[in-house]
């Protein structure tokens, strides 16, 4: 990460001020495998740009050629929200994933 890059590299290499700005935010993801395997827009991925959502992207890796594994999905929450429940119980940030997921899908 940029941060600690620059930590470790800042006071013996010049580095481009810009770096400087990066920020990170948390960002909660779900691997999931799909049965049966519901179809994604082409090419294998769906994005939600509503700040609203909770589910924001879904990647089919089976499709990406990540995975052999067909209905294997990469899940990422929105940014909000990650911020909002970033401490929340792992049962209930899956649940309230799967249920968007499923949502967005219908």
Not at 10 to 18: A, E, K, R, T
Not at 40 to 57: F, K, Q
Not at 58 to 69: E, I, M, P
Not at 77 to 106: G, H, K, N, V
Request: hydrophobic fraction near 45%; proline fraction near 12%; glycine fraction near 4%.
């Amino acid at each position: 990460p940029i941060p600690q890059a620059l930590d470790l590299l800042g006071p013996v290499l010049p580095v481009d001020n810009d770096l400087h700005t990066i920020r990170y935010a948390p960002n909660l993801t779900l691997l999931l495998r799909m049965e049966p395997v519901p179809p994604l827009p082409a090419p294998g991925c769906l994005r939600n740009e509503d700040p609203s959502a909770v589910v924001g992207w879904v990647a089919d890796n089976h499709a990406k050629q990540v995975s052999g594994v067909p209905g294997c999905w990469t899940v990422q929450a929105s940014a909000r929200f990650s911020q909002q429940a970033f401490d929340w119980p792992d049962e209930i940030i899956i649940e309230t994933m799967i249920a968007d997921l499923a949502r967005q899908l219908a």
